[in-house]
């Protein structure tokens, strides 16, 4: 069923929960050459903490969706926020390479059911409609610890003390979990939506051609946004002279293009329509990259992150309202595959990129991502165009 209304304190905690989940997931991010040096590992290999933490991530989706259909979607982002503190505290605490990727990958599973679990619980409340600007302002979290994340990560790095994030991220996600409880008590949505079996909810949902199309585009869009968007405060450093202080820093312009899409997604969205936003999302980002990689002004290349980030929210925002309404009846079960086949791809991305970027350069992965990611976005706006069901 659907409430009359989402709580806006709920929205607002609900974001920054999102803000410290994402904030998680790319700290590591810019202390990639960080981590090479103080592990003594090759940089493809000091990848491995972001590729575990999206495997993680994307592979407990399978059981945050059922989860949080049967037992009531905030409570289950409550359970997974103290979850993710407490693993996010042995991060702080690993005395080496091997128990610091084993507490990456065991805070990527509990940050798993944040977000997803999230928009979920706001399809149930907001109707389609509305959706998509409702979504746009609680992702402003998202954005902004994507672009956080990075950053307090490259400051981080330089420092004798680099750990000091991990204790950060534990205490902002320890409160959210106690703040989120009370509101879990009064959900409007709990016990609403059908149990019943998983993997039957998932055949449902693969069942239907257009959630194979927002599936299959998300899966693609993380392997090579993504892919790429890990090795740029790298780039940044190796090729064009940053500190990586100042290169974590730049990734905050690829938050801030997100924000500016937030900000304008209600009047945008009325100009341009889903299928406007995600074909000119799609150039954007296209033409970001190639200002990272390629542009002869190293001043220039931040500003490819935001053009990127204004692109890639534009295109991902589409694909988040799609995905909630993709399978209504099984909403938890839809969320859990979209978010699940999002972090597979972005895991896999991160997994070839750093091949790449040992064997060739960081720029190669960021320029071989603008072109890929043409066909993948311009394909969605296409199929989009042809399907009306979702408006």
């Known amino acids: 069923m659907t409430a009359p209304g989402a709580p806006r304190f709920t929205i607002f905690l609900l974001s920054l929960a999102a803000f410290a989940s994402a904030a998680s997931m790319r700290v590591t991010d810019a202390m990639l050459p960080r981590l090479a040096t103080q592990f003594g590992v090759g940089l493809a290999q000091a990848a491995t903490v972001i590729t575990v933490f999206a495997v993680a991530y994307g592979a407990l989706q399978v059981a945050f969706g059922p989860l949080g259909d049967r037992f009531g979607k905030l409570r289950v982002i409550s359970l997974a926020c103290i979850g993710a503190a407490a693993s996010t505290l042995a991060c702080l605490l690993a005395p080496g390479y091997s128990t ?215 295109l991902h925002n589409t694909l988040q309202a799609n995905g909630t309404q993709m399978a209504p009846q099984r909403r938890g079960a839809g969320m859990a595959l979209f978010a699940s086949l999002y972090f597979t791809g972005q895991a896999i991305g991160v997994a070839i990129a750093g091949e790449v970027a040992e064997r060739w350069a960081p720029g190669a992965v960021i320029g071989g991502a603008a072109i890929a990611v043409l066909p993948i976005g311009f394909n969605f706006a296409r199929l989009r165009r042809r399907h009306p069901a979702a408006n």
């Open 100 to 314: 610091f990727v084993a507490a990456r990958l065991v805070a990527g599973a509990f940050c798993g059911g944040v977000i997803p679990l999230s928009m979920a619980w706001l399809g149930d409340v907001v109707p389609y409609a509305e959706r998509q600007p409702v979504l746009a302002r609680f992702l402003l979290g998202q954005i902004l610890g994507l672009g956080g994340g990075a950053a307090i990560g490259g400051i981080a790095a330089e420092h004798e003390s680099w750990r000091w994030p991990f204790a950060v991220l534990a205490l902002w996600l320890l409160a959210m979990a106690m703040l989120l409880l009370p509101a879990s008590r009064r959900d409007p949505v709990t016990h609403r939506a059908p149990g019943g079996n998983f993997a039957k909810g998932l055949l449902q949902v693969l069942h239907l051609r257009w959630a194979r199309v927002v599936v299959a585009t998300v899966f693609s869009e993380g392997l090579v946004v993504f892919g790429a968007l890990a090795f740029v405060p790298t780039h940044l450093h190796a090729a064009r002279g940053f500190t990586l202080s100042h290169a974590g820093l730049a990734m905050l312009l690829f938050a801030a293009g997100g924000v500016i899409f937030a900000l304008l997604a209600g009047p945008v969205l009325r100009r341009l329509g889903e299928v406007g936003l995600a074909a000119t999302g799609t150039a954007l980002i296209a033409a970001g990259f190639v200002l990272i990689a390629w542009t002869p002004y190293a001043a220039v290349a931040p500003a490819g992150c935001l053009v990127a980030g204004l692109g890639f929210y534009m």
